[in-house]
């Protein structure tokens, strides 16, 4: 082999392989060896060292030393900046990097589409020609539909890339998305926005905005004495931050894991509780049945911070408000009355000393009620033992669980976005979450928080500036949401789309096919030719974030820490760097003095127009000096949301949903979920539970080209030996797994880990991964109304899915 | 003296096998072959487990050169190409292999690799470190302790880049070093211990 | 001396196809160990096999011939000859096995610049060599009618032989890693190697015999039939005594036995036990039946056959399952694994040797055959014609002359 020699062996065949694969007529493409010379002619042989964050998308946003040799990237090590070890970490998927930058499944120039959409077939072009056919395509669609008619739309990886292109386009963008809020729908209205609520100068953005954000950080978690993980799995879904709850368990907190397969968290917990999947809220109204039978509840954080002694009217189920007669939908609260015991009398709820949190009061010949007595009679028609029966949790240890949660002195309740946040129940149990603080108090104290650590680390994160563009230019908002694109009316024409969103964002993704097949014209801009790029017209090939034309790829703000994303190598093959892909486009539209020159310019500007005092005197300069990475100078606390105040109108925790009295869901309610439910009718047809999950050796549906990590997993189905039996299957079977809205192929193998009557998943597997099909046709895409009432609106409920596995 | 040596905590290993592909990276090791791999003990299947649900457990074991104070692979090699070190490592001499694999047939614990074709490499070129020797076809190769590191003060970077803490690494020779300290607590496993081979690296339960 | 034209076919045959096995090897050397059915798993196969197999098939020829001297056994002297070719050539292919299965042949001399005392390979090359110069002078002694000397070299054959058995055991007998560990391995390996070598030296008597190259009366076939009962007698008493030590705990080693008894190498296992110990003892029991030739030449061909499935079973076997069993398993190495992915990995064993083994294997066997040949060709026929021309004559046809009187 030609070892540093620029050629190689392999590298020609996989540049063959690339052509062979696509059906392409030979034209631009290129094997990776050529390449690769090109890319190292000019450098020194001797060794160069860059620092970059690496991914967004799994949270957990190393940053990491790169040494290069050669014009290649040839080590990865974690940033030995860091001080503390939490933070200088490394995973599987970081180093595999190595060969994935180099991957055969890499887009090398630009595609140009010359089968059926939907074929892969594609010709290689120049980038003059692909931005004149995209150009031309853009003013046609803008002649005929407007500007808003085109939508510019991002996978969540690559959406800090694009803060140029839409505004430069006036693009319909997305709003809110639909994934990872269906808890946070239920939980973070009752919690309100954070800001302010901490104790330290540093914000954490997005805290009560409906994403089930953790109330602490997860170095906090240390101070835990008992930690419930209910259908999260951190040891795969935030790798590189998950030894937290290592030390936390080191440190004396005892681990309870819920979740219904054997997953690492389960493994690693002090004990693992097997729970019937989509029955979480059932769980959390148990132990709150519990909690308040046994009278476990802290009456003086109910008392002082709830709503609890929120007096409602018994007709219209509204809050008595002061002044005037309480209407529905009013949202100028925060003067809610409750009754004070000290003066017995009725008053501002601020103004109480004593608020009741029960008894009955009639006002003007209206009768009142106290939230908490509604909220005991509710849960009266769900005592701990339907919550057994439905959860199959039994009840000893439903109350095991609920007694330690109460009396541990600091708990903390640890979710995920995985299991039960993908049923159509989400938001109520995200609404028992909050109704389990609201007892307990359990909040904004060492040791004490509630919600997702599974996608991030959410310690603090600082503000950045932003581009300013000059007076007209920005961008539209998406009328409809991405996901429903397929389903409802609207005005889209042509998409711009980055990262194979469609696949991995939409369920049920036949019918996402089928709406990109009847758009006027698709550009994709990826890495990889991934399952979206089927569908395209145009395919830009976007460099990694290693790659840039630049010395700087990028700035962020996370975790506590300002860090910087320094160039490795120049971009590879025929491809650009998304920076510079925007700024072409904007230059062609004559829209150049609109947007940066550089990413330096860009990065400086974000620094230096920071409105946030806890990054002050970060500079480019300071940044590069500290091998990119410097700390917010609130790092030094732990941050801890939810103090002293709620960032509700009242401030208190607001339990009682009057928005949600059209569906009975004012106070949390037990309802099976939509598909997946034991009773549903659908189980005679298709009696398997479909469960996806993250993988440790992947980001959605990234890295599934990577040969390294290819080697220890595949895109295979795994069963309990129950149901395998049950269908005659043995490991390293054939099988097709189907449903009413599709089917897929691939191989089965048995996994004692699996819940009886469930199948599992890694979620996120191209279509070249499986042998037929995708993975993601399966998937439920219905939407319930109320949902759309919710402060996130509708969600997906990607898990609510039922289907039968047959032999293929 | 010297005597270097890895300690594994299994309980905070989530076999996450980020080491797997660091120990690949660093010492440029081909495709079809690893130095160091974590297989979940007992289970036919990754991040499977033993028993039938729900009465399941498991162990994920990163297994790579135990480094054994009495290294059944040295004593077979016919030509002192492997040999254990005078820090304690047990090494092999690339140009003194004859490729005889009685050290493949002699090693308790399957961690030697053979270089059975013209080593492949993906991405096509020479990664890792620049110091690590590139190998030819036709020589057993496995965990150096990462030589090339150790060798100058650095640590192994399966042990730089574990996400989970879980690896300790140290001189057992030294009673002060942190190692030293764990080896001395009761709950060590030693791998296949009735072999006999003494292996420095030690794992805690 | 004029070869016959039969003879003269053979041995073409017998050139071309061991020009094809050289060829193999050579394609083998540029493209790496790769291209036979070995893996990181199972790190030995077909070549250590026959290695196995041919040092003990050397031993036979050398322990018959050694014998006649030490315990002065006059009726097997005739045989000495034959069966010194017999144990040279074999031994030379059991070095040549060894040789090809090197991945790095090219540091070979490293052996000698370097030397670990401590490996049993190393001595088994030493033995092998002192063994190998034993059977060279043997050969020349013997060819030369050097009586004295070949009686004295005979106190160090015998030992030597025994020991190049045991230190090729060791190789294997030594690992405590592998089923492999156990004290009897070494008499197990005498004890295969004095019944197949001394099968294969009864075939190739008789085809001696029949090429009308050296006399084979069926007095000695009988005796060595009867010496080949007890032999293969003593070799299953061994095994039996192994198989016993494995099953009875019902711990550790009995999951080995279950791979042989039931599992992949069964079918090696359970053919050594019929039909290379008990039928070719059976046969060889009775007195009247040592007489047929047909049925002495069947029964060796059963123990040779026998006792290299027992090389088959006793060196796969310990590949099968790895101490440390957990998923994904090893790393192979092989071409296939290179391709990434699941074929990266094996839980467990396996093997089938491919293509380009087989034929290597079969060219070191012509190459054996054709020395064997030409070797009896040149030193029994050359010096039985010169003895003839002295008068001292042999029938013309002995063999037939002799199988007439059965
Ligand atoms: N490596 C990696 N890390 C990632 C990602 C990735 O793709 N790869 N994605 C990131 C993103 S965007 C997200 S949203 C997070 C998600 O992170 P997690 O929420 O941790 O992810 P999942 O693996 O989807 O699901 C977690 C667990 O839920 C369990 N589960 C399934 N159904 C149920 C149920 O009904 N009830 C309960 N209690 N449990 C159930 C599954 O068995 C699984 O163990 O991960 C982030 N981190
Ligand atoms: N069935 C099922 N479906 C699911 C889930 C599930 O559990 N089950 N999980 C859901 C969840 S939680 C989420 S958050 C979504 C995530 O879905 P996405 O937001 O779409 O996933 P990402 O991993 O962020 O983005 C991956 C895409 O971005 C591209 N990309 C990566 N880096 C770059 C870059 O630098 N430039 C450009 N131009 N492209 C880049 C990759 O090639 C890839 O196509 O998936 C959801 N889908
Ligand atoms: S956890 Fe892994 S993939 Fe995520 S940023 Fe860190 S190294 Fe990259
Ligand atoms: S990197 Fe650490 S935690 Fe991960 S598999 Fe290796 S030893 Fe275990
Ligand atoms: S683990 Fe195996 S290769 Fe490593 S020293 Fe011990 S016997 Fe040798
Ligand atoms: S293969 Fe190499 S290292 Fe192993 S025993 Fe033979 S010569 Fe020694
Ligand atoms: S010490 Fe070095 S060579 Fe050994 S397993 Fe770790 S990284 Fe690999
Ligand atoms: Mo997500």
Known sequence: ?808 | MTKLAIAINLHRCTGCHTCVNACKMQNNVPMGMLWNRVITENSAVSDGVEGTYPNISRTTIPLACQHCENPACQKVCPTGATYKDDMGRVEIDYDKCIGCRMCMAACPYNVRVFNWNEPDRDPGFNYGDARVPVRSKGVVEKCTLCKERTDNGQVPMCVECCPMEARVYGDLDDPNSEISKLRAKNNVRILLEDMGTKPQVFYLE | ?406
């Open chain 3, 1 to 406: 001396m004029q070869l016959t034209s039969k003879t003269k076919g053979i041995c073409i045959l017998l050139g071309v196809l061991a020009a094809i096995g050289v060829g193999t090897w050579i394609y083998q050397l540029v493209n790496g160990l790769g291209v036979t059915g070995m893996s990181n798993v199972n790190s030995w196969g077909t070549y250590i096999i026959m290695f196995m197999l041919f040092v003990g098939l050397s031993a036979g020829g050398l322990i018959v011939a050694s014998s006649a001297h030490v315990f002065n056994i006059e009726s097997f002297k005739p045989l000495a000859l034959p069966a010194v070719i017999c144990s040279t050539v074999c031994i030379c292919l059991a070095g040549m096995f060894i040789l090809i299965d090197l991945g790095g042949i090219v540091r070979i001399w490293r052996i000698l610049t370097g030397p670990n005392f401590v490996s049993p390979l190393l001595w088994d090359m030493c033995v092998i060599t002192c063994y190998l110069v034993i059977n060279i002078l043997d050969l020349v002694w013997i060819s030369k009618g050097a009586e004295e000397k070949v009686r004295k070299l005979s106190y160090v054959a015998l030992p030597v032989a025994i020991l190049v058995h045991s230190v090729t055991a060791w190789i294997f007998g030594l690992q405590i890693a592998r089923e492999w560990y156990t004290a009897i391995m070494a008499p197990i390996f005498v004890a295969s190697a004095l019944d197949s070598g001394l099968a294969l030296l009864i075939v190739c008597l008789v085809a001696l015999d029949r090429a009308g190259i050296a006399e084979f009366p069926v007095k000695l076939q009988n005796m060595l039939g009867k010496l080949l009962a007890t032999f293969v007698a003593v070799d299953a008493f061994f095994i039996g005594c192994e198989v016993l030590t494995m099953a009875y705990p019902g711990a550790g080693q009995a999951q080995a036995l279950a791979i042989m008894a039931t599992g992949e190498t069964a079918p090696f296992f359970w053919f050594e036990m019929i039909g290379g110990l008990l039928i070719p003892f059976l046969l060889l029991a009775g007195q009247k039946r040592r007489n047929s030739t047909g049925l002495v030449v069947t029964a060796s061909l059963l123990v040779v056959f026998g006792v290299f499935c027992k090389r088959c079973w006793l060196l796969l076997t310990s590949f099968v399952e790895p101490n440390m069993y957990g998923a994904p398993g090893i790393s192979l190495g092989t071409h296939a694994a290179q391709t990434g992915g699941r074929a990266t990995w094996a839980l467990t064993g396996s093997y089938m040797p491919t293509l380009p083994e087989v034929v290597i294997v079969i060219g070191v066997l012509a190459l054996g055959g054709l020395a064997f040949t030409l070797l009896s060709q040149y030193l029994i026929k050359g010096r039985t014609q010169t003895q003839g021309a002295a008068g001292e004559a042999h029938a013309a046809k002995p063999a037939e002359a002799n199988r007439a009187a059965v």
């Open chain 1, 1 to 808: 082999m030609s070892g540093t020699e620029g050629i190689s062996r392999r590298g020609f065949l996989k540049g063959v392989g690339t052509v062979g694969a696509l059906g392409a007529l030979a034209g631009g493409m290129t094997n990776a060896g050529e390449w690769l010379s090109s890319a190292s002619a000019g450098e020194q042989p001797d060794e160069k060292v860059a620092y970059l964050y690496h991914r967004d998308h799994c949270g957990c946003h190393c940053s990491l030393k790169c040494t290069m040799r050669e014009g290649r990237i040839c080590l990865i090590e974690p940033n030995d900046a860091y001080q503390d070890k939490f933070y200088r970490h490394v995973c599987v998927k970081g180093i595999s990097e190595i060969q994935h930058i180099y991957s055969d499944q890499r887009v090398q120039t630009p595609m140009k589409r010359v089968g059926e959409r939907g074929e892969a077939q594609f010709v290689s072009i120049s980038w003059d020609e692909a931005y004149d056919l995209l150009i031309e395509n853009l003013k046609k669609t803008w002649d005929k539909y407007g500007h808003e008619a085109v939508l510019m739309h991002c996978s969540s990886e690559c959406r800090p890339h694009y803060s140029l292109l839409p505004a430069v386009l006036g693009a319909s963008t997305q709003g809110a998305v639909g994934i990872d809020m269906g808890m946070g729908n239920g939980r973070d209205p009752a919690f309100g926005p954070s800001k302010g609520c901490t104790d330290a100068p540093g914000e954490y953005a997005g805290l009560g905005a409906g994403w089930n954000r953790p109330t602490n950080e997860p170095r906090d978690l240390i101070y835990s004495k008992y930690i419930l993980l209910v259908g999260n799995n951190v040891f795969h879904s935030v790798l590189s931050r998950s030894s937290m709850l290592l030390d936390a368990q080191e440190a004396g907190a005892r681990l309870v894991a819920v979740d219904p397969h054997y997953s690492q968290v389960a493994a690693k917990a002090d004990e693992w509780v097997p729970i019937q999947p989509g029955t979480d809220p059932a769980l959390y109204l148990g132990m709150a049945s519990v909690i308040v039978d046994k009278k476990l509840y802290d009456e003086d954080f109910m008392k002082k911070r709830t709503d609890f002694p929120f007096l409602v009217n018994t007709q219209t189920g509204l809050r008595l408000r002061a002044g005037e007669e309480p209407a529905a939908g009013k949202t100028d609260a925060g003067d809610e009355m409750v009754w004070d015991l000290a003066t017995d009398s009725l008053v501002r709820h601020d103004q109480a000393s004593d608020p009741a949190l029960s008894g009955e009061r009639i006002i003007d010949g209206v009768t009142y009620r106290t939230v908490f007595d509604l909220f005991v009679e509710n849960l009266a028609s769900f005592p701990v033992e339907k919550a057994s029966q439905l959860t199959h949790i039994p009840v000893e240890k439903l109350e095991e669980i609920a007694v330690d949660y109460a009396t541990s002195g600091a708990s903390s309740l640890v979710m995920g976005y995985g299991g039960n946040d993908k049923i159509s129940n989400a938001d109520i149990g995200g609404h028992t979450l909050a109704a389990l603080v609201a007892l307990t108090g359990m909040i904004g104290k060492p040791g004490a928080s509630v919600g997702c650590f599974a996608d991030g680390f959410h310690g603090y994160q600082a503000t950045l500036g932003s581009w300013k563009f000059p007076e007209g230019v920005k961008s539209a908002t998406l009328k409809t949401k991405f996901f429903r694109l397929p389903y409802e009316e609207n005005n889209i024409h042509m998409a711009i789309i980055a990262g194979d969103s469609p696949m991995n964002r939409t369920a049920n993704y036949q019918m996402t096919e089928k709406w990109l097949s009847g758009l006027d014209f698709v550009c994709a801009i990826d890495m990889y030719y991934t399952s979206y790029t089927d569908y395209a017209d145009l395919i830009l090939p976007a460099a990694t974030v290693f790659e840039s034309e630049g010395d700087y790829n990028g700035v962020e703000a996370y975790g506590g820490y300002v860090t910087l994303r320094e160039k490795c190598i120049d971009p590879l093959f025929d491809s650009k760097s998304d920076f510079q892909i925007q700024v072409d486009i904007a230059q062609r539209l004559g829209m150049g003095d609109a947007v940066p020159d550089s990413f330096e310019q860009l990065i400086r500007t974000m620094l230096d127009t920071s409105p946030d005092e806890t990054i002050e005197g970060i500079t480019l300069e300071s940044l590069v000096a500290n091998q990119g990475v410097q700390a917010q100078s609130c790092q030094g606390t732990i941050r801890r949301g939810y103090v002293d105040r709620f960032g509700t109108p009242s401030q208190r925790l607001e339990l009682y949903f009057e928005n949600m009295l059209p569906y009975g869901q004012q106070l949390p309610v037990w309802e099976p979920p939509m598909e997946a439910g034991e009773d549903n009718a659908l189980r005679k047809k298709y009696p398997l539970y479909f469960a996806t999950y993250k993988s440790k050796f992947r980001i959605h549906n990234q890295y599934w080209d990577s040969a390294w990590n290819n080697q220890f997993e595949s895109a295979f189905i795994e069963m309990n030996q129950i149901d395998m039996d049950a269908r005659g299957l043995n490991s390293g079977d054939e099988v097709r797994i189907v449903n009413d809205r599709g089917e897929f192929k691939t191989k089965v193998l048995h996994n004692e880990a699996v819940r009886p009557g469930c199948v599992r998943m890694p979620s996120g597997s191209w279509k070249k991964n499986v042998d037929e099909g995708c993975f993601q046709y399966m998937s439920n895409s219905d939407v319930l109304e109320r949902h759309s009432k919710l402060i996130m609106g509708y969600m997906i409920s990607f898990n609510d899915t039922l289907v039968e596995v047959e032999r293929a």
